[in-house]
């Protein structure tokens, strides 16, 4: 179609990817669909259907062509892999699912010294710490920063819990890293080599990356191919491919229900979903009367998605270069639903045609970004009507400057350099204007009055993404600026 003119197709025909087996739905219009949707530099997706490859396409921009080994951050969907990892070392006896994390990782401190104590490896996987929704993230994101693994597990001792431990669920990526650190711990090697040898080697997954230098490896740092991806839905849903690779016992313990979830509407609309629950790396749910094991991954720039229907023998995965979290959104209800409600004929437009009007009524209730037009740089001459000036330490993201420079007030924070930005003045607020897209939320700047006085931050986005933790931070004043 001529939407589509500016882009390649490639469906892959290799052996180990082949073309979409007689009968199966019609796939690449589905693609064809997302990409005229929504404009994206890159797409990958593959299907199984009952150990078969029944569909694997491609979409890229001219002169950037994507193929089957092309690869992808995986974000979030590493999780899994890192739990997969730990399951082989409780199958061998390196480890068990409850033990406490303090035996692996003496070092490891939470705020409350009970919850230190008793919590198990097996909830580091399953987001019951206590602590809010993406709590201490900004130690991981935006990239690039200077926050080590060691940094990570003693900025813990600094969080406050928002609720009491294993009372609730709340999504939290520091607790994966941790146990990226004690699979490294149990394991005698690195978790980057760990990955290697225990997932993508014995699975044949050899176009996976685990970059070692990566802080949020465990949590969200893997690189894989469509390839790669393909094949890990394949030894999912038939553990007689690689025999002996995970007990029976171990296989059923990624995919039970550890840890209630919230039911959210659109589960309850789209999916006709009755529960929701997370496993060992896995959210679990029912989609149309069958059970659904999926999840997602999200970084700036890199989206991903993955489904499997057991019971069906049924697997979807979808890789997005660009801001693809819509896209993948309709992409795999669309995809999906052509195995629990054919008959229902859904399609890629119609679900973002819901999608969008979803987003309407939210901006109609209110949530919205205020409108932060008319703001000035905050004047250097007149210190009465700016923030006090000096050098602020929060407990765990460290150090941050709040000091003149090239006669324009600056907040900066050391360790993480994409967080630098100028303070700007809009009525009587004050915000920070940070210098590049790579930190892509702003926030409101404000005083705690006090001796020593302290600064707080606040997203102005309600709809943020959660892993900018403005509200977990407060920075006390140290000092003087240089």
Known sequence: MPALRPLLLTVALVASLPAAAAGSPAFAPMLDSTVEQY???????????????????????????????????????????????????????????????????????????????????????????GLGLGAGDLMLWPEPNQYTRADI?????????????RSGYAYDNLMYVVAGEVAAAAGGKP??????????????????????????????????????????????????????WLSDTQ?????????????????????????????????????????????????????SSLALLPDRKVGVVILIDGEGEDA???????????????????????YAAQLRAEQANRRNAGHVRPNTDGRSPVPTSAPTSSPPTGLYRDPWLGQARLCPENGRL?????????????????????????????????PWLQVEPGSPPALILRAIDPDIDFSYDFQDLHFTRTGDCP
């Not at 999780?79 to 070092?107: E, F, N, S, Y």
């Not at 609309?269 to 029912?286: K, P, Q, V």
């Not at 993948?328 to 054919?342: F, S």
């Open 39 to 129: 404009r994206l530099p890159g797409i990958a997706m593959a299907v199984v259907e009952n150990g078969e490859v029944v569909f694997t396409g491609t979409r890229g921009k001219r002169g950037e062509a994507i193929d089957a080994d092309t690869r992808f951050r995986i974000a979030s969907n590493s999780k899994a892999m890192t739990a997969a990892a730990l399951a082989r070392l409780v199958d061998r006896g390196r480890l068990a699912w409850d033990d406490p994390v303090i035996k692996h990782l003496p070092q490891f401190r939470m705020f409350d010294p009970w919850v230190t104590e008793h919590m198990q490896v097996r909830d580091l996987l399953i987001h019951n710490s």
């Open 153 to 165: 597990i003693a900025g813990l001792a600094h969080l406050k819990p928002v609720t009491s431990f």
């Open 191 to 244: 978790i980057d080599q760990l990955l290697h040898d225990e997932v993508f080697a014995p699975l044949g997954m050899a176009g996976c990356q685990a970059p070692a230098e990566l802080t949020s490896l465990a949590a969200g740092g893997i690189r894989c191919s469509l390839r790669d991806m393909t094949r890990w839905l394949q030894v999912l849903l038939d553990p007689k491919l690689v025999p002996g």
């Open 251 to 303: 296989r059923r313990a990624l995919w039970t229900a550890h840890m209630p979830m919230p039911l959210g509407e659109r589960q309850r609309t789209w999916d006709n979903a009755h529960f929701s629950a997370y496993g060992y790396g896995w959210r679990l749910s029912d989609l149309d009367g069958q059970w659904k094991v999926a999840h997602t991954g999200t970084l700036s720039g890199s989206y």
């Open 328 to 350: 993948r959104t309709v992409l795999m209800q669309a995809a999906l639903k052509q195995y629990t409600a054919p008959e229902q004929k859904q399609t890629v437009a119609g």
């Open 410 to 442: 600056r907040f900066t924070v050391d360790k993480s350099p994409t967080l630098r930005g100028t303070v700007m003045q809009l009525d009587t607020r004050w915000l920070v204007q940070w210098d590049t897209l790579g930190a892509d939320a702003e």
